[in-house]
């Protein structure tokens, strides 16, 4: 068993919390976990961080699901699409699983990973990463590893400045001027710091086993790393620094998230490059045809895939792959998900298209004047007998 370990033996592996229900994205999460959501024309959520570990040189990936992971595993497969396919090490797929003293659903995120202890003491890794599935951002994680290591850190959190407004939704930190966390409070009412967690962390392993251990045996916890690991830590005088992130990084945990961030896609100057060769986002190819083009079709500033037909007009837009856009139609500030049909006449503002719904003739989504982001199921079909309410298209 030993020499088992020994061959196996990893500095960082990464465990992927990929299990996430995303109450907050309403209807596009109904029957799909979070990180399977789409975004920017021809990705998954999940493939930003799956991409940072290929680039980062991590070969070792545990994925954690739970809800909904059908369509998730599907999409997975191997890990093939991120150089995930070997042998030793590679992407494994950790759901919740029954022992002989029973099982349990993950309780939570700390509870996760101490259910996959194993797994983790299966590789010997010196540090591990704890990252999430639905975070749009690219970061090297390695750079990350150098910082833990040189400042000797028990735990390095990554951390970015938020607007205010936002920084109750995050785990929020005060540091010193040697970038070591001297206050942590988890999704604070009031917060009086705005530099937030990523929800990246980088622990060295002996410790973190102590932890998880200590915690699942306590009584009245919530087995959270936000809520519990970290603030145990704390008193316990660990060495918790920060790793301060400056690129572009979002949230997409809800609906106006999800909008904002493909739409920060079509700036003139993007914030999130998608085309830099030096670190390209790995997805599953849909293998579709590529884009028509008709005569009639208007297109301004958007983000087109292959497999779509374009007879109307595309403003300030993003189609993934296989929509169809009617003559005479109008499509502006929206997102619209895969194998959409959108038909002759009709109009669509500021809204989430989900997969294959079909929008009849002469049917009006969203408005020009409005603020609201309007949200179509998957597999919806829009008559002219529905109406919009607060946000989701219902049937009248």
Known sequence: ?????????????????????????????????????????????IDFTLSNCAHSGIDTVGVLTQYQPLELNRYLGIGSPWGL?????????LPPYVKKKGGDWYKGTANAIYQNM????????????????????????????????????????????VDWEEASRFGVMHIDDEERITAFEEKPKSPTSNLASMGVYIFTWSV???????????????????????????RDNKRLHTYLFKDYWKDVGTIESLWEANMDLLKEQAPLELADPAWRIYSVNPNQPAQYIGDSAQIRSALITEGCMIEGTIEHSILFNGVHVSKDSYIKDSVIMPNVRIGEGSKIYRAIIGEGAVVQDGVVIGSPLGDDITVVAVDQYISNEYVLQEGVVHEA
């Open 1 to 45: 068993m030993k020499e088992m370990l020994w061959m196996n033996l990893k500095e960082m592996i990464a465990m992927l919390l990929a299990g996430g229900e995303g109450k907050r994205l309403g209807v596009l999460t109904r029957d799909l976990a979070k990180p399977a959501v789409y975004f920017g024309g021809k990705y998954r959520i």
């Open 85 to 93: 396919d070997r042998r030793d090490g590679g992407m494994t797929i």
């Open 208 to 234: 973190l086993q102590k932890y998880l251990i200590y915690d699942e045996a306590t009584k009245g916890s919530d087995h959270d790393f936000g809520k519990n690991i970290i603030p145990m830590m704390m």
């Open 118 to 161: 194993g797994y983790i003491e299966r590789y010997n890794p010196e540090y591990v990463l704890i990252i999430s599935g639905d975070h749009i951002y690219k970061m090297n994680y390695e750079l990350m590893l150098e910082h833990h290591k040189k400042c000797g850190a028990d735990v390095t959190i990554a951390g970015i400045e």
